[in-house]
């Protein structure tokens, strides 16, 4: 620790703090523009000069280190001075449209340029003009003018969204920050730039001119779109989101958000169901009041109940439900007597819930991922999957830590991976297996019977020796690990490496409530069918909450043809194209916006938040419908007069005594693939297509990443198939065919066609984990 005084107090800070730190532990505030905390220091803005006793000019504060009898003065008259001609320099070239600027309000400049500007200049030279840049559609670059050249956004593309691109180019007054040979920004966290930003040169190209910042109520909330549950502020005006912006939470989201968190809200003005609707026995729909839809739904199934059993209905929602909505949906079914009730509408296996233990959870808090020495991470499109979490390992590898990758498709992390395996679907509980016979090598440990035969290649070798060694190790299973017909088996292989290495086994878990729906329950009890196998065999009737079945199940149009040919269908849904061709009866509900509600996150931490707009014409939030319909159905436990009695009583038992990642399940390889029945199909989920609100949401959906591409294949699978890039050809399942357009892809296994899920092209082939034949058109 060393030792300074800075404007007469005195303060400890450890070896290598700037005065910057030492000024922020005291509460000194010092004027900056270029210094941030969660970046490099560039010292380009020179904004924060302070007098240092004993020193022959002023000093940057943010890159001057603290020694011991260091002497500060950050406002004695040579600092004021300095901090003074610094201003009246960046203002120079600075374009004068306070009054049109969206930054204007909450921007550094307008704010320091009070306090250090002067009222007049004495440059009188033309200024300089800067042309406008496409940066993509969420990014507005129509003011770069305005620049600084703080390079606050350089430096985060390439520390924190891990890759560069953004720079500087030219020099002296010709200097601008551009992209490389005018590209579009891509990266999933590229909104935090409007937001670092320090003057108004980078903005929200959704939001604007679309409102002013004193005219924004600014209410917080939960973001609804990955296990992260990031913090956010909802700005709103006149009822209406107009923004969305972080709320700092060291230990959730830091400061930061994905694009995905950011731009959703678009998708809330479109599609939206208005108000019940009831199909009438000519098959057209017709307005209701919602007396009379919650009559039709509640009779229709007490009649299917009566007449059937509670057997042949079931009750179908996504993780982006709330835990209270949840908890309703699973009394419904129950006080029905029946246990067909799931929220996991991409898991296939039905061993995995026969085998668990517990609620399968990350296994540590979010802020742990910085502070693991070894991890391996398992079936996820990190970025996609989980952008915020990737960027804490992102972190973390520059501190050290051995990131090491068994996956799908060699998609670039933007960070440095020890070692990586990128294999076939049907080969990930092999590759766990050949990582397990490497580790019982270096252990000592007597390789178990289920791996005779299994070799470890060169790569599971590296990947072993990683786990071994170091302190603290995680085995972080994804998305496709959970979602597969093996997840049961994989989870196993995982949970015996980790046993080996005194590690801990993890999931990133799929969405905004996945633990959520283990901790209320609404997953299928004892005899009771998860929702892959409702939606493959026809029930009677069926209760979705918030199903889009096309997009949002492993099954594709599979699942929406089932729907389609039940008797019966009560859907409570948000958007009126999710279930207007295959339901009976449509319940308007909000979305995460417009109700109260709680989502537990991936780190088991509950997190609950209210309703920051009026429900949307006629809808009403989902767990009130449901309690109103438990009431009709004369069902126990429907007494509830508020989101929050729902929640204690899920939440009345301790959460970390529920959550385990312990399985029952058997070790073990699967048998190789017979490569005659055809390619193996990688359906990664693209960021921008992961749920009902996302994929309306129009800036969100003209990124590239929401493209839809040809089925890519690697290179030397395309010549043994004698089939050239850019040939069309016709890809079929059992379900259904497509004809695509074909890409050579070096990060794709061989063997395998990648072709993403949640388009409607691609939901005709039905199952997301099946084989494709392939011919040439």
């Given at each position: ?18 005065v910057m ?9 010092v004027?900056h ?16 000069l ?14 001057t ?5 260091m002497?500060?003065y ?10 003074k001609s610094?201003?009246e320099f960046?203002?120079?070239n600075?374009?004068l449209?306070?009054?049109i600027?969206?930054?204007g309000?909450?921007c550094q400049?307008?704010d ?5 500007g002067?009222?007049?200049t ?7 003009v ?5 940066f ?12 600084i050249?703080?390079?606050r956004?350089?430096?985060?593309g ?7 691109e953004?720079g500087?180019?030219?020099r002296?007054e010709?200097s601008?920050?551009?992209t490389y040979l005018?590209?579009?920004?891509e ?10 930003c ?8 959704p ?6 910042t004193w ?14 549950g ?6 709103v005006k ?9 709320f700092?939470?060291?230990d959730?989201?830091e ?6 968190d950011?731009f ?8 939206r169901?208005?108000q ?5 026995d ?13 009559k039709?739904?509640?009779e229709?199934?007490a009649?299917?109940n009566?007449?059937e059993g ?12 709330t ?5 309703l949906?699973?009394?419904?079914i ?7 009730v799931?929220m996991r509408?991409?898991m ?8 668990r233990?517990?609620?399968p ?11 693991q ?6 079936g996820?499109?990190m970025?996609a ?5 990737t ?6 590898v520059?501190?050290g ?5 068994i996956d ?23 590759a766990?297996?050949?990582v397990a016979?490497?580790?019982a090598?270096l252990?000592?440990?007597e ?7 299994v070799?470890a ?7 072993a ?8 190790r995680a ?9 597969a ?8 292989n ?6 080996q290495?005194?590690?801990r086994v993890g999931?990133?878990?799929a969405?905004?409530n ?9 997953v299928p009890?004892?005899n ?10 026809p ?7 918030n199903l889009e079945?096309a997009?949002?199940?492993?099954l594709?149009?599979?699942?929406a ?6 008797p019966?269908?009560?859907?409570l849904?948000?958007y009126r194209?999710?279930a207007?061709d295959w339901a009976?009866?449509?319940?308007p509900?909000?979305p ?5 509600g ?5 780190a088991?931490q509950?997190?609950?938040f ?7 014409a ?6 009130k419908?449901?309690?109103?319909m438990?009431?009709l159905l ?7 007069e508020?989101s929050e009695?729902v929640?204690d ?10 959550l385990n990642?312990e399985?029952?399940a058997?070790i ?5 693939a017979d490569a005659a029945k055809g390619l193996e ?8 297509r992961s ?9 969100l ?5 929401s ?11 395309l ?5 050239e890039e ?8 059992d ?5 695509i357009a074909?890409?050579?892809?070096t ?7 990648r ?8 939901a ?7 084989q ?6």
């Amino acid at each position: 620790m060393v030792e300074l005084t800075i404007d007469g107090k005195t303060v400890e800070v450890p070896e290598g703090s700037m005065v910057m730190h030492a000024a922020h532990k005291l509460g000194v505030y010092v004027p900056h523009f270029c210094y941030h905390k969660k970046l490099s220091i560039a010292a380009n803005c020179r904004m924060c000069l302070v007098e240092v006793e004993k020193a022959p000019k002023p000093m940057p504060a943010c890159a001057t280190p603290a020694t011991n009898g260091m002497v500060v003065y950050t406002q004695s008259e040579l600092a004021v001075a300095a901090q003074k001609s610094v201003m009246e320099f960046l203002l120079i070239n600075h374009p004068l449209d306070c009054p049109i600027c969206d930054q204007g309000g909450e921007c550094q400049l307008q704010d320091l340029a009070v306090g250090y500007g002067a009222s007049s200049t004495r440059y009188m030279e033309e200024k300089r003009v800067v042309f406008h840049k496409s940066f993509g559609p969420l990014v507005s670059g129509e003011e770069m003018t305005r620049c600084i050249h703080c390079t606050r956004c350089v430096r985060f593309g390439q520390e924190i969204g891990g890759l560069m691109e953004m720079g500087m180019i030219g020099r002296g007054e010709h200097s601008e920050i551009t992209t490389y040979l005018g590209h579009t920004i891509e990266s999933e966290l590229s909104g935090n730039m409007i937001d670092i930003c320090p003057v108004g040169a980078l903005t929200s190209k959704p939001f604007r001119y679309s409102a002013r910042t004193w005219e924004l109520a600014r209410r917080r909330s939960v973001s609804a779109h990955d296990s992260l549950g990031a913090n956010i502020i909802v700005q709103v005006k006149l009822d209406e989101i107009k923004r969305v912006v972080p709320f700092e939470n060291e230990d959730v989201n830091e400061c930061w958000i994905s694009d995905r968190d950011r731009f959703a809200y678009e998708g809330l003005a479109v599609d939206r169901l208005e108000q019940p609707m009831v199909r009438g026995d000519d098959g057209e729909w017709r307005e209701a009041t919602w007396a009379d839809a919650l009559k039709v739904a509640t009779e229709g199934l007490a009649a299917i109940n009566t007449k059937e059993g509670a057997a042949k209905i079931g009750a179908i929602g996504t993780e982006t439900a709330t835990l209270e909505e949840m908890s309703l949906l699973a009394r419904l079914i129950r006080g029905l007597g029946g246990e067909n009730v799931d929220m996991r509408t991409r898991m296939l296996d039905p061993e995995f819930d026969a085998n668990r233990n517990g609620a399968p959870w990350l296994g540590m808090p979010i802020a742990d991922l910085g502070h693991q020495d070894r991890v391996l991470v398992v079936g996820s499109f990190m970025r996609a999957d989980h952008p915020l979490m990737t960027q804490r390992l992102r972190q973390a590898v520059k501190r050290g830590t051995q990131v090491n990758s068994i996956d799908l498709a060699a998609d670039d992390p933007f960070m440095p991976l020890h070692a990586r395996m990128t294999v076939r679907p049907s080969e990930m509980a092999n590759a766990l297996a050949q990582v397990a016979v490497a580790v019982a090598k270096l252990k000592s440990v007597e390789v178990p019977a289920e791996f005779a035969g299994v070799v470890a290649d060169e790569t599971a070798q590296r990947i072993a020796e990683s786990l071994v060694s170091g302190q603290t190790r995680a085995i972080l299973l994804g998305n496709a690990v959970v979602h597969a017909q093996n997840a049961s088996q994989m989870a196993a292989n995982a949970q015996w490496i980790a046993q080996q290495v005194d590690g801990r086994v993890g999931y990133l878990t799929a969405a905004a409530n996945t633990v959520g729906a283990y901790l209320s329950q609404a997953v299928p009890g004892e005899n009771g069918l998860s929702a892959n196998e409702m939606l493959r065999e026809p029930l009677s009737a069926y209760i979705t909450l918030n199903l889009e079945p096309a997009l949002d199940s492993s099954l594709g149009i599979r699942a929406a043809a089932t729907l389609k040919n039940a008797p019966f269908v009560v859907a409570l849904t948000t958007y009126r194209s999710a279930a207007q061709d295959w339901a009976n009866v449509m319940l308007p509900i909000g979305p995460y916006t417009e109700t109260s509600g709680t989502f537990v996150n991936a780190a088991g931490q509950p997190q609950s938040f209210k309703g920051v707009v009026t429900g949307f014409a006629q809808s009403r939030p989902a767990w009130k419908v449901l309690r109103v319909m438990g009431n009709l159905l004369e069902l126990p436990h429907f007494e509830d007069e508020s989101s929050e009695s729902v929640r204690d009583s899920v939440l009345s038992e301790d959460i970390q005594s529920r959550l385990n990642n312990e399985t029952k399940a058997s070790i073990g390889v699967q048998p190789k693939a017979d490569a005659a029945k055809g390619l193996e199909r990688v359906a990664d989920l693209p960021i921008y297509r992961s749920d009902a609100m996302v994929r309306r949401a129009d800036a969100l959906q003209q990124t590239p990443a929401s493209d839809f591409k040809p089925a890519r294949i690697h290179p030397e699978t395309l010549a043994s198939l004698s089939i050239e890039e850019g040939e069309k050809v016709r890809l079929s399942s059992d379900s259904g065919e497509v004809t695509i357009a074909v890409q050579a892809d070096t990060t794709v296994p061989q063997g395998a066609v990648r072709l993403s899920a949640g388009f409607a092209q691609t939901a005709v082939l039905g199952c997301v984990d099946s084989q494709l034949q392939m011919e040439r058109i």
